[in-house]
């Protein structure tokens, strides 16, 4: 479903762009730290891209991790 993470590095907003139609079936979108704590949730993107602000977050490695009816899906961002 997710198509791009951008942009990695990031600074103060990381855009995810899903596929198109793909966030009918995406219930939940997660920010997690190294340590696998869930810093950020947000629910059911209502367009095929979704901007999440950055800037609160410390310097390091990040996962997003996608739930949908299909399973999940993970990526890692750089934030500088």
Known sequence: YLEKVYPNP???NLVLQFRDGAQNEIWQIEIINTNGAILKTFNKPLTYQTQIFT???SPGVYIVRVASTRGME????IKL
């Open 10 to 12: 990031t600074d103060n």
């Open 55 to 57: 800037a609160d977050l």
């Open 74 to 77: 993970v990526k890692k961002f």
